[in-house]
């Protein structure tokens, strides 16, 4: 797999302070984006938001110690692009999960910054290998800004001559404290599918919390969601643009040890809030048609000593 020099992309997009290309494990490059609001990693495999700090607080997101930085295997954490389906492929299992975008490398197109906003463009267009999973021509831009607040983009531009159907989410893992101390507000009265138990048509009738292996997805609901950490004494607000699914994660106990990637315990310190568009909520775009699927992170925490 093959990246550019990582010099080449600091001579030709760093910027002291605020761009910086540098090369992580096994090679793979990462651009770090800094300013007055905080900082953020990218790797360029995988198009792949690896961290995000607000300046003066904890970590937003949550990168496993057992992930696995090697091409061809994603990354445990952070937040990972999938596309262009969202789980299993279905009709062929045996494709990657989640799609292929999160492990392929992916090109620093530009970069851009202005006294308040840091930000890159990464992109992902088709080639021999992508056609030997899906058959569409397509192009990826990942824009990725720092602000106030973090925000990513995910932009897909049908380049073929034919329609094509997408599910997609950027598959955000956040940071807790405790997971026993978790509730996750804004999908009050929405309906969700259960995939631990493989039934449909549930209701969510208070906060979301976690005492047990949990994956639901929601389907039509544009709402935001607010990860009350009473651990950490913060809230995490996740906004979308372009989404009709949230899915909320966590593996819990018997599942974590399942995952080669995935400390055993590491569940009690995360969870996922995606931003997605799911089977009930595909995407098809026409021709020379595009779609933006955007999610914006902000929080309000207490930096401890």
């Not at 300013?35 to 997101?61: D, Q, T």
């Not at 824009?143 to 950027?170: G, H, I, M, Y």
């Not at 047990?212 to 969601?225: F, P, S």
């Not at 040890?257 to 909520?281: H, L, Q, S, W």
Request: with cysteine.
């Amino acid at each position: 797999m093959d990246f550019p020099d990582t010099a080449l992309l600091n001579s030709r997009f760093g910027s002291p302070g605020k761009i910086a290309c540098r090369a992580g494990e096994n090679g793979l490059p990462i651009i770090a984006i800094a300013n007055g609001s905080g900082s953020c990693e990218i790797s360029l495999y995988g198009g792949h938001v690896l961290s995000y700090r607000p300046a003066g607080h904890l970590p937003v997101l949550f990168m496993s110690k057992a992930a696995r930085f090697e091409p061809g295997h994603p990354i445990r954490g952070g937040i990972p692009v999938c596309w262009p389906w969202f789980g299993p492929h279905p009709t062929a299992p045996a494709l990657p999960m989640h799609g292929f975008a999160r492990i392929l490398p992916w090109s620093l197109a530009a970069t851009d910054y202005t006294s308040r906003s840091t930000e890159i463009r990464l992109v992902l267009t088709d080639s021999e290998q992508t056609h030997a999973w899906w058959p569409h021509r397509f192009h990826l831009t990942l824009r990725v800004a720092l602000e106030n607040a973090l925000k990513v983009e995910l932009t897909t531009r049908n380049s073929d001559k034919e329609p094509f159907t997408f599910t997609e989410a950027l598959h955000s893992y956040f940071t807790v404290r405790q997971i026993m101390d978790v509730t996750v507000r804004g999908l009050e009265g929405a309906t969700y599918s259960d995939k631990v138990t493989g039934t449909d048509g549930h209701l969510q009738e208070t906060p979301v919390v976690v005492r047990q292996e949990v994956d639901r997805v929601y389907e039509n609901t544009e709402t935001e969601c607010v990860i009350d950490d009473a651990g950490l004494g913060r809230q995490i607000v996740v906004a979308k643009q372009g989404s009709r699914t949230t899915v909320v994660w966590n593996p819990w106990i018997a599942k974590s040890k399942r995952m080669p990637d995935f400390g055993d315990e590491e569940y009690t310190r995360m969870i996922c809030v995606e931003t997605a568009n799911d089977t009930g909520n595909a995407v098809t775009l026409d021709p020379g048609e595009s779609h933006t699927l955007a999610a914006v992170l902000s929080a309000d925490m207490k930096a401890e000593a």
